[in-house]
Nanobody, 121 residues
Framework: QAQLVESGGGLVQAGGSLTLSCAAS????????MGWFRQAPGKEREFVAS????????FYGDSIKGRFTISRDNAENTVSLQMNTLKPEDTAVYRC??????????????WGQGTQVTVSS
């Protein structure tokens, strides 16, 4: 089973940038499709971004509009989310997720505990 630990969350002003990182342990990291979801208080979980096992396929949520970039480093067993032009609406707990598949599913098998991102206006 994959163990996922997120880091990099914090407080940032609207228009600023923040980079999240997810470190994975367990099976070989390159065996997993990886991604990020987020959930704000009182809101449902929302898909943010994913990257395929091979790194060649990326998907982003509808609300992202090119502001975020997901990447992975298999040598470091990490996946990152570079977030730019942050908006107050981006405020949420961001969770890293993984699947033993080429592409991340809508309900990933493995989850991190989450890291808080707060964007002030």
């Amino acid at each position: 089973q994959a163990q996922l630990v997120e880091s990099g969350g914090g407080l940032v002003q609207a228009g600023g940038s923040l980079t999240l990182s997810c470190a994975a342990s367990g099976r070989t990291f390159s065996s997993y499709a990886m991604g990020w979801f987020r959930q704000a208080p009182g809101k449902e979980r929302e898909f943010v971004a994913s990257i395929s096992r091979s790194g060649g396929i990326r998907f982003y949520g509808d609300s992202i509009k090119g502001r975020f970039t997901i990447s992975r480093d298999n040598a470091e067993n990490t996946v990152s989310l570079q977030m730019n032009t942050l908006k107050p609406e981006d405020t949420a707990v961001y969770r890293c997720a993984a699947d033993l598949s080429e592409v991340l599913t809508r309900q990933p098998q493995y989850w991190g505990q989450g890291t808080q991102v707060t964007v002030s206006s």
